[in-house]
Structure formats: structure tokens, C-alpha cells
């Protein structure tokens, strides 16, 4: 049973930086390929970056370009995503997800998701 634990988000002002982290389980060696989105209040789910399973591809929404930085910890099941420069527009709740294989799922599909965490971003 493959599992997906989201931690970090919170709130910030309009500028500042946060970090969110997830962690896959469920293989006996190595990680997932990943991914995150974000779906705002009364807006659909949106893709926002993704990791490969060898960490050599990594893609990002034209939204968050430069901003935000996708990484996989030396303990390979873990990959966070690093956000700074945040805008109130950023403002939503930010899924993980992981995929089978390995190789690389980009925008999807995935086929395991964390439950979700909530980034707040006031102006």
C-alpha cells in the first residue's frame, strides 16, 4: 500500500517563503516520481511542478517558475517543494501526489495523493 504524507504550509505575507514536504512509502528501495498541485477556491486543480524517479527531470508551471523549487532529500522518498517570493494568488490547498514506475509522471496521472495542505498568502 503505497502511502502519501504531506507536512508543512501555513501562512505568510505576500514576499515570504515556505516549505512543503512529502513523503512516499510503499517500495523496498528507492522513491516515486512526484508531483504537486494546487487547487485555489472555486478554481480547478492546477499542476504545479514534478520530479522524476532519477531526479533529472523537473518541470514547473509558467506561474511559479523561478520561485519555486522542486527536491528530492538524499533519502529518495522524500521531495519538497521550496516557495518563495509568494503571492496572494498562490493562495490554495497543495496536493502531492506520486505515480508508479519510474520514470517521470509530469502533469499526470498519478495515482497516489496526500490529503492536502493549506498555503495562505496575504497581501
Known amino acids: 500500500q503505497v502511502q502519501v504524507v504531506q507536512s508543512g504550509g501555513g501562512s505568510v505575507q505576500a514576499g515570504g517563503s515556505l516549505r512543503l514536504s512529502c513523503a512516499a512509502s510503499?517500495?523496498?528501495?528507492?522513491?516515486?516520481?512526484m508531483g504537486w498541485f494546487r487547487q485555489a477556491p472555486g478554481k480547478e486543480r492546477e499542476f504545479v511542478s514534478a520530479i522524476s524517479w532519477s531526479d533529472i527531470m523537473t518541470d514547473y508551471a509558467d506561474s511559479v517558475k523561478g520561485r519555486f523549487t522542486i527536491v528530492r532529500d538524499g533519502a529518495e522518498t522524500t521531495v519538497h517543494l521550496q516557495m518563495n517570493s509568494l503571492k496572494p494568488e498562490d493562495t490554495a490547498i497543495y496536493y502531492c501526489?506520486?505515480?508508479?514506475?519510474?520514470?517521470?509522471?509530469?502533469?499526470?496521472?498519478?495515482?497516489?495523493w496526500g490529503r492536502g495542505t493549506q498555503v495562505t498568502v496575504s497581501s
Open positions: 501526489a506520486a505515480c508508479n514506475g519510474r520514470g517521470y509522471c509530469g502533469t499526470g496521472p498519478y495515482q497516489y
Open positions: 510503499g517500495r523496498t528501495s528507492g522513491g516515486y516520481p
